[in-house]
């Protein structure tokens, strides 16, 4: 069964610094697709990045990146130059592909940014 | 940009009465989700739909039903509502075109 786990429950961060955040998956398929989402405390699910499983270069927004590393099964999300309005919690997730299309999310990972 | 509407934002009832958690899309994608988010637990997978009238069981079905007559529509049912069903419910559609979910704003159910 897929399967996405991320170990660490809070993270803090300081302001202006670079924060990763771990995501680890399982899966047998060979095509899958690897997501990132933030969700501040109002509630929103905010789509951070996207990974597919055949792509070759690691996934970059703006300030997001992905490191992605297929034989170890990592995804894990880089935050550069943190700042204040990037706490929130963080949700690594993966589509099941072939016709269900779910979304398999982690347990989430709380950032907290400090000044 | 693609919307994803649930009708309550707050919604507080009584054990045992029937809830009715709705979501609409603004667009026609076949794809529907209801997840149950509870601190720790990340987001949980209860039913999906892939088409009107069809549906599938997620990870955590048991005490919920959905309804999906029309594609826009996918509702969530709690049969007889429990306190252990208190909890942030999501639902959110996937576009094919462009690989994406929209998540509605979430619908934070308490049982008392």
């Known amino acids: 069964a897929q399967k996405i786990t991320q170990t660490q429950p809070g993270m803090f961060v300081q302001e202006k610094e670079a924060v990763t955040l771990d995501c680890t998956y399982d899966t047998s398929d060979q095509s899958y697709g690897l997501f990132w989402y933030k969700q501040p405390s109002s509630g929103e699910m905010i789509f951070l990045i996207y990974?597919?499983?055949?792509?070759?270069q690691n996934a970059t927004e703006g300030r997001y990146s992905l490191n992605f590393q297929k034989a170890r099964k990592s995804a894990n999300l880089v935050i550069s130059a943190s700042q204040l309005g990037d706490s929130a919690m963080y949700f690594c997730?993966?589509?099941?592909?072939?016709?269900?299309?779910?979304?398999?999310f982690g347990t989430g990972t709380r950032l907290q940014v400090f000044p | 940009d693609v919307k994803v509407t649930q009708s309550s934002r707050y919604l507080v009832k009584r054990t045992g009465e029937k809830v009715f958690l709705e979501c609409v899309q603004d667009m026609d994608h076949e794809n529907m989700f209801w997840y149950r988010q509870d601190p720790g637990l990340g987001l949980r997978l209860i039913y999906f739909?892939?088409?009107?009238?069809?549906?599938e069981k997620g990870d955590i079905p048991e005490g919920y039903s959905v309804s999906r007559e029309k594609k826009e529509r996918f509702s969530l049912i709690l049969e007889s509502a429990s306190t252990n069903q208190t909890s942030m419910y999501l639902c959110?559609?996937?576009?094919?075109?462009?690989?994406?979910?929209?998540f509605g704003s979430g619908t934070r159910l308490t049982v008392v």
């Open positions: 959110a559609n996937y576009d094919r075109h462009d690989d994406g979910y929209t």
């Open positions: 990974q597919g499983s055949y792509d070759e």
């Open positions: 739909s892939y088409d009107v009238k069809m549906k």
């Open positions: 997730a993966m589509r099941e592909p072939y016709n269900t299309d779910k979304l398999i």
